[in-house]
Antibody, heavy 118, light 107 residues
Framework: QVQLEQSGAEVKKPGASVKVSCKVT????????VHWVRQAPGKGLEWMGG????????IYAQKFQGRVSMNQDTSTYTAYMELTTLGSEDTAVYYC???????????WGQGTLVTVSP | EIVLTQSPGTLSLSPGDTASLSCRAS???????LVWYQQKPGQAPRLLMY???SRATGVPDRFRGSGSGTDFTLTISRLEPEDFGVYYC????????FGQGTRLEIK
């Protein structure tokens, strides 16, 4: 059974960057495609990007291109998401999740709350 | 970008009722890549259905997904207390988008 353990809550100032980690257990990270989804308080889910195993590249939602980077360190079984130039609109719970059958997301981390506040 | 519009925004029903949740796409979506999730307060989403009509592991057969093209439906029969929460649809066309969610609440 795949389990995803995310890093703890963060408080950042506007303009700063945040890096969230996601440790994978129960499966080889190299065989998984980790994606990141965020959820602002009281709002819906928003896909940010993730690893595409078909071409071995990471794809990002257009909204976040240039401001987000994601990578997977197979030696430590940990995936990372870094978001730069934070604004108040980036206050959200950030989830890592793994791609399952037919582009679904089958396993999820517990979420990491990132608060952007002056 | 494909926009998914879910309706209704909120559905108030009683245990034992049948819920019908709609997900309408701004462009045609392959049924192969239409997914449904359930989310409860304070929890991560849970995968319910993939490929529009295939239930994920452990999802009871009271949940049924259907539809094609631009119109998809999640039907939940014989509602139980644990079914209440927010439901999201999601599509994949090289990129991914989610609907805004339907809140299923106890009447």
């Amino acid at each position: 059974q795949v389990q995803l353990e995310q890093s703890g809550a963060e408080v950042k100032k506007p303009g700063a960057s945040v890096k969230v980690s996601c440790k994978v257990t129960g499966h080889t990270l190299g065989d998984l495609a980790v994606h990141w989804v965020r959820q602002a308080p009281g709002k819906g889910l928003e896909w940010m990007g993730g690893f595409d195993p078909e071409d071995g590249e990471t794809i990002y939602a257009q909204k976040f291109q240039g401001r987000v980077s994601m990578n997977q360190d197979t030696s430590t079984y940990t995936a990372y998401m870094e978001l730069t130039t934070l604004g108040s609109e980036d206050t959200a719970v950030y989830y890592c999740t793994t791609e399952g059958l037919f582009a679904s997301f089958d396993f999820w981390g517990q979420g990491t709350l990132v608060t952007v506040s002056p | 970008e494909i926009v998914l519009t879910q309706s209704p925004g909120t559905l108030s029903l009683s245990p034992g009722d049948t819920a019908s949740l709609s997900c309408r796409a701004s462009q045609r979506v392959s049924s192969t890549y239409l997914v449904w999730y359930q989310q409860k307060p304070g929890q991560a989403p849970r995968l319910l259905m993939y490929a529009a009509s295939s239930r994920a592991t452990g999802v009871p057969d009271r949940f049924r997904g259907s539809g094609s093209g631009t119109d998809f439906t999640l039907t939940i029969s014989r509602l139980e207390p644990e079914d209440f929460g927010v439901y999201y649809c999601q599509q994949y066309d090289g990129s991914r988008t989610f609907g805004q969610g339907t809140r299923l609440e106890i009447k």
